[in-house]
């Protein structure tokens, strides 16, 4: 739902961006979140990602290969 900011005063403007800034900030920590894995048994993994629609899985196989 878009606003009309063309009738916005400067001040509901500002507050407008900074509520679109927590906004994005909070989607960037959710999307970092979902991606992160936390195994503390495991130590520093690395970065992996799953391509679901090409089935393809992106990793470091140095730390694969170390962890087993």
């Known amino acids: 739902m878009a ?3 063309r009738n916005m005063t400067k001040e509901a403007l ?8 927590d ?3 909070k989607m960037l920590k959710e999307k970092e979140d979902t991606f992160s894995v936390n ?3 495991a130590g ?5 990602e799953w391509f679901y629609d090409k089935d393809l899985v992106v990793y470091n196989d140095k730390k ?5």
């Open 44 to 48: 520093n993994l690395g970065q992996w």
């Open 39 to 41: 195994f503390p048994w």
């Open 23 to 25: 906004t994005i900030s």
């Open 14 to 21: 500002i507050q407008h961006v900074h509520d679109l800034e």
């Open 3 to 5: 606003k009309d900011l």
């Open 64 to 68: 694969a290969t170390q962890i087993g």
